[in-house]
């Protein structure tokens, strides 16, 4: 299923209000994009949320390349913001949740995983790309598959096969004759429910913060038009509130994303009696 390539911004630029046409709501078709190359119809494609996700890795590839490719000992302008990220993120969250010495070999995977996911949440509010790429689902869960893999694999190499079992099940003796009860809760919300709720996290709020972004801005431009020029200067106002908002909602949730990742790090490595 494809969208009709005049409804990437989810709305017809000649209705207005007063024109005896309804309001062209956001929808579904909102999050759908024509192939840029490729059938549709066969599922092998090239459409937009994958240019944009190829182009946001390769913006962060060559910032970082730029940044770093010949540092100096007094940084200029772009190797001290590039520093400035990096050690945000490596003392911020992975030393913080996880310690410095445990901690200093997951720094590279934290700090590209921050990045990217914010890279993919700011095409929201860039023009012509105006779409976040996180608030399509597939892309957050191949993010949380990859964290979910690392975690299962940790916990395997560092407690065993029994120190698994324990792991994830949360074994407590003190917990006495709810400990079954508790360990299949626990069995079930970590081996199943975490990669989903860590993937859902990021693409719910992105995808309600674009839905937000489109509604106001659809209705700015449809109550331009007589009387409603007025409450169109008010819906503008509100794409501006609500453009500000995203931008510290898309650094929030990238933040949100990798502190979860390194807690189930900490987890997987932390001793279980």
């Not at 990437?8 to 840029?36: Q, W």
């Not at 990096?86 to 997951?106: N, Q, S």
């Not at 949440?121 to 608030?135: C, D, E, R």
């Not at 299962?152 to 006495?176: A, E, Q, W």
Request: hydrophobic share 55%; aromatic share 16%.
């Amino acid at each position: 299923m494809s969208a009709d390539p005049t409804q990437v911004l989810a709305f017809e630029t000649d209705c207005h209000i007063f024109d005896g046409c309804g309001f062209p709501a956001p929808g579904l078709h909102s999050f759908l994009f024509e192939p840029l190359w490729g059938d549709g119809d066969s599922n092998v494609y090239f459409n937009k949320t994958m240019l944009l996700a190829l182009l946001g890795s390769l913006v962060i590839v060559g910032f970082f390349w730029a940044a770093f490719r010949k540092p100096k000992v007094v940084p200029g302008k772009l190797q001290m913001v590039a520093e400035a990220g990096y050690d945000f993120v490596r003392r911020g969250v992975v030393y913080e949740t996880i310690g410095k010495k445990e901690g200093e070999k997951y720094v590279p995977l934290i700090v590209s995983l921050f990045f990217f996911v914010w890279m993919m949440n700011l095409w929201s509010i860039i023009p012509l790309a105006q779409f976040p790429v996180t608030a399509i689902i597939s892309y957050p869960l191949v993010l949380a598959l990859i964290v979910y893999v690392l975690w299962v694999s940790l916990t395997f190499k560092r407690h065993g096969f029994v120190g698994f079992f324990k792991n994830v099940t949360g074994y407590d003796k003190s917990l006495g004759p709810v400990l079954p009860l508790a360990m299949v809760i626990e069995f079930f919300s970590n081996l199943l429910v975490r990669p989903f709720t860590h993937a859902v996290r990021l693409f719910a709020n992105m995808f309600a913060g674009h839905t937000l972004l489109l509604l106001f801005t659809i209705a700015s431009w449809y109550l331009l038009n007589g009387i409603g020029i007025a409450y169109a200067g008010v819906s503008f106002i509100m794409t501006l509130v609500m453009t500000a908002f995203e931008l510290f909602i898309q650094a929030l949730q990238a933040y949100v994303f990798v502190l979860l990742t390194c807690t189930y790090i900490q987890g997987a490595l932390a001793e279980h009696h």
